[in-house]
């Protein structure tokens, strides 16, 4: 029950953080943002929890942060309309993300990952 719980954390995270800049902000159809939402939550879920115990929590962030910019980049190249500039809106989808995923790593620490694997929250 708890994996359910943080699913559906990180996938409303990452749905209304990608709703509000890619729809909202560049004009991205909604079916593409949920699209996003899906492979970004499938590729990146199980590295929280087995790779992300292992290190501190900001390079947990960082790694995030490049494993969205990466997916939102490509998928974005191939499915944004023409003239959309997939590189900022992946810079800027990438950002916001991280940011939340801080916070979701914490949740992951205290409520899912056992109490013999929690995440060291320092931030160095």
Known sequence: MEHAKALAF???MTLVGLFLILTIGFGV?????LLLTVIIGAVSYPGDLFIMPKIKNMPAVIADFVLAFLIIWFVGMAVFEPGT???LAALISAAV???GEYYFHS???THVL????KLRMDTQ
């Open 97 to 99: 993300l991280a940011f």
């Open 107 to 109: 949740f992951l620490a």
């Open 10 to 12: 990180k996938g409303i």
């Open 114 to 117: 056992p109490a013999n694997n």
């Open 29 to 33: 159809a909604f079916w593409k943002v």
């Open 85 to 87: 500039p997939s590189t």
